[in-house]
């Protein structure tokens, strides 16, 4: 087992129940291979997690910026709270050395690891929760999200994703709202991947892949930009 004193040193945070710790890194491949486990996966914390970050940095964006108008608060969040942001912050904490994988998993790099780096930073703000409450969560996540990701954000105008530029430039153009349907998805539950065409009308400008419906369609936008050269 790993030491997980050695993590709450890190980032300053001692929980009063260690079972909530451990659990929120507890990927349901360890418990194929170690089925006597005491924990189950944190699959439940990650949804529970998600709910209390989106919560808590939407209040933060509707406090601290109170005349921006809400599609661009919207923008603001959803590069906060992808994947990519949420692994990166896994990674700069330390929550990499403590993934609690299976043999196989441990292999795992690129969007494998970054997909479950992610859900554990979620599960350990539900976890936190259920430990220590919603203000120790605050705290946690505008320490080590919002402070840290948020000013790089709106500087680099990295809200501004290929799904967001777009739909500005097709309805600028054409006056047509892109749409964006399944063509196909293939794996197991934990580990769907998807191709998703983006529409103009009756037309598939693109299609992209992915494994996530969010990623595939950013893929596709951005294939669609670079065909259109918009």
Same mark, same amino acid.
């Given at each position: 087992? +790993?030491?997980?004193? /050695?993590?709450?040193?890190?980032?300053?945070?001692?929980?009063?129940?260690?079972?909530?710790?451990?659990?929120?890194?507890?990927?349901?491949? &360890?418990?194929?291979?170690? #089925?006597?486990?005491?924990?189950?996966?944190?699959?439940?914390?990650?949804?529970?997690?998600?709910?209390?970050?989106?919560?808590?940095?939407?209040?933060?964006? &509707?406090?601290?910026?109170?005349?921006? #108008?809400? $599609?661009?608060?919207?923008?603001?969040?959803?590069?906060?709270?992808?994947?990519?942001?949420?692994?990166?912050?896994?990674?700069?904490?330390?929550?990499?050395?403590? /993934?609690?994988?299976?043999?196989?998993?441990?292999?795992?790099?690129?969007?494998?690891?970054?997909?479950?780096?992610?859900?554990?930073?979620?599960?350990?703000?539900?976890?936190?929760?259920?430990?220590?409450?919603?203000?120790?969560?605050?705290?946690?996540?505008?320490?080590?999200?919002?402070?840290?990701?948020?000013?790089?954000?709106?500087?680099? +105008? /990295?809200?501004?994703?290929? +799904?967001?530029?777009?739909?500005?430039?097709?309805?600028?153009?054409?006056?047509?709202? #892109?749409?964006?349907?399944?063509?196909?998805?293939? $794996?197991?539950?934990?580990?769907?991947?998807?191709?998703?065409?983006?529409?103009? $009308?009756?037309?598939?400008?693109?299609?992209?892949?992915?494994?996530?419906?969010?990623?595939?369609?950013?893929?596709?936008?951005?294939?669609?930009?670079?065909?259109?050269?918009?």
């Amino acid at each position: 087992m +790993k030491n997980f004193s /050695l993590l709450e040193k890190k980032i300053n945070i001692y929980f009063k129940n260690k079972d909530f710790l451990v659990h929120a890194f507890c990927h349901r491949s &360890y418990l194929n291979e170690n #089925p006597g486990f005491y924990l189950g996966n944190n699959e439940r914390l990650e949804f529970l997690g998600d709910a209390v970050l989106e919560l808590i940095v939407t209040i933060y964006l &509707y406090e601290k910026y109170s005349k921006k #108008p809400e $599609g661009e608060l919207t923008n603001w969040r959803a590069a906060l709270v992808n994947s990519k942001m949420l692994s990166e912050v896994s990674r700069e904490l330390g929550f990499n050395d403590y /993934l609690l994988l299976s043999c196989g998993e441990e292999k795992e790099t690129g969007k494998a690891r970054q997909c479950i780096l992610a859900n554990t930073f979620e599960a350990f703000i539900g976890a936190l929760y259920l430990d220590q409450g919603y203000e120790s969560c605050k705290k946690f996540i505008e320490k080590s999200l919002i402070k840290e990701k948020l000013s790089s954000i709106i500087e680099q +105008k /990295l809200f501004e994703d290929d +799904k967001s530029v777009f739909q500005e430039k097709a309805q600028e153009k054409t006056g047509i709202t #892109p749409v964006y349907e399944v063509m196909k998805e293939w $794996g197991p539950d934990h580990e769907k991947h998807f191709d998703i065409g983006v529409f103009l $009308g009756k037309e598939m400008v693109a299609n992209g892949e992915g494994s996530s419906k969010q990623e595939a369609e950013e893929a596709a936008a951005k294939n669609a930009l670079e065909i259109k050269k918009w």
